[in-house]
């Protein structure tokens, strides 16, 4: 069993590797003059091809639930972290959306080039106080282009089951900006481990929040009202025997 994971999980990163070259590299070279819709867009089509190809060879599948609470003005989501999956499926799905994430990664050959076409909001880590700053700034800057901020309010990933505390990042710039806060969890930790290599098969469940309304509201309790719905709905979701 362990070996077939094996196979199917080094077919999936062949897949992984040899497109994003491809991406990244057209990107850059085709669409990084134009408009931030139409690169983005062209560079999420890999997004979407990565979770194609975990059907395909993982045998990893994805239910959505509550996609109609998702406003149809811009917002900031609040959503779960327990691996990279939720990185690739999230910003695809409630694209246009501009992510939060640590700096480094805009170095990485291929994929940080690919990242950069969809204006990401880097900040450095090794900085709290500047990256807080950082974090609102470009989060309302993102909000009144028209573009929703999605940020992982744990900060890093963390394994299926950790208590962690949630930052009020991501509530700071709900309430700046005078946005709703949209609570996202899911179990995508349990198929697709932190750190590990294989991948297991299932069906990762993503369940959307009602919106958390900024007005009259502080990003302390926006950020608490989140957390407590986040892990209450993470529990009732099926784990991997």
Known sequence: MIILLALRALLFYLGFALTIIWFSTTGILLFSFLPYSI????????NRFVIFWLRCTCGLKVEVIGAENLPATPYV???????????????????????????????????????????PIAIDRGSPK????????????????????????EGTRNKAGAEVKYARGGANIAVASGVPAVPIAHNGGEFWPSGGF??????????????????DNDSREITEQARQWIE???EKMDKRA
């Not at 974090?135 to 009144?144: I, S």
């Not at 294989?198 to 007005?215: D, E, Q, R």
């Open 232 to 234: 209450a709905e993470v």
């Open 198 to 215: 294989l991948k297991y098969p299932g069906t990762i469940t993503v369940k959307i929040g009602k919106p958390i309304s900024s007005v």
């Open 77 to 119: 989501a609040l959503a779960k972290h327990q691996s990279s999956w939720e990185t690739y499926f999230l910003q695809q799905f409630l694209a246009p959306v501009s992510i939060v994430l640590k700096r480094e990664l805009l170095n990485l050959p291929f994929f940080g080039w690919g990242l950069r076409l969809t204006d």
């Open 39 to 46: 690169r983005s867009s062209y560079v999420l089509c890999w």
């Open 130 to 153: 500047q990256a807080l700053k950082q974090t609102l700034e470009k989060g309302k800057a993102r909000v009144a282009d028209n573009i929703s901020v999605l940020i992982f309010p």
